[in-house]
């Protein structure tokens, strides 16, 4: 089936410093990734959505100077936080779309605990 | 827009008892629906969906969910519980002829009693 590889699983990094997470599509092109961020004991809140070669979607706000996108490849997209301060803490997850659609649905990876101190 | 509510943000079932998670939907068009688990600290895994097929949809890990139109609802169950099935479940909504993302419920935490 389906599988997406996040990295890291969890960081741990100083305030000010930028950290980059990666989401690669390990055996399926995805034309379309997904990042969401989720607070303790809270549900999934889409962050952005990113195309393979076109400028990444933001939802309402969220700071697209702060968190990066970029989807470079069909199979790779990362996230990095820039400037990271201890409230950029969470869970970050990010999710893909097979190009074909299968309707199989979104495959997630399976998240990065971020710690700012 | 589109929107699911999971009622109920914890739900504590007996060993072998039945499990019922609730889901309602608002949408525009015939949506398609999910409902993800997830353990703690890691990515969801999809239970199943619904995309416009069959209204009684089953899923893995012994869970089924049946589409109801007239009630807006697309609850989960699973006959008898297992210790295993302690974790978060998410609801999920997908507009079929929008931009396909998914907008989650606020979800409901399973606890399974010994």
């Known amino acids: 089936g389906a599988v997406v590889s996040q990295h890291p699983s969890w960081v741990i990094c100083k305030s000010g410093t930028s950290v980059k997470i990666e989401c690669r599509s390990l055996d399926f092109q995805a034309t379309t990734m997904f990042w969401y961020r989720q607070f303790p004991k809270q549900s999934l809140m889409l962050m952005a959505t990113?195309?393979?070669?076109?400028?990444?979607?933001?939802e309402q706000g969220v700071e697209k100077d702060k968190f990066l996108i970029n989807h470079a490849s069909l199979t790779l997209s990362t996230l990095t936080v820039t400037s990271a301060h201890p409230e950029d803490s969470s869970f970050y997850i990010c999710?893909?779309?097979?190009?074909?659609?299968?309707?199989?649905?979104?495959?997630f990876g399976s998240g990065t605990r971020l710690t700012v101190v | 827009a589109q929107s699911v509510t999971q009622l109920g943000s914890h739900v504590s079932v007996s060993e072998g008892a039945l499990v019922l998670l609730r889901c309602n939907y608002s949408?525009?068009?015939?949506?398609?629906l999910f409902w993800y688990v997830q353990y703690p600290n890691q990515g969801l895994q999809l239970l199943l969906k619904?995309?416009?097929?069959?209204?009684l949809v089953k899923g893995i890990n012994g869970f089924e969910a049946e589409f109801k139109k007239s009630e807006t609802s697309f609850h989960l169950t699973k006959p008898s519980a297992h210790m295993s099935d302690a974790a978060e479940y998410f609801c999920a909504v997908s507009d079929p002829d929008g931009n396909e993302k998914l907008t989650f419920g606020t979800g409901t935490r399973l606890t399974i009693i010994p």
């Open positions: 990113s195309n393979e070669g076109s400028k990444a979607t933001y």
């Open positions: 949408s525009s068009v015939p949506p398609y």
């Open positions: 619904y995309t416009s097929a069959a209204t």
């Open positions: 999710s893909a779309r097979d190009r074909g659609f299968s309707l199989a649905g979104y495959t």
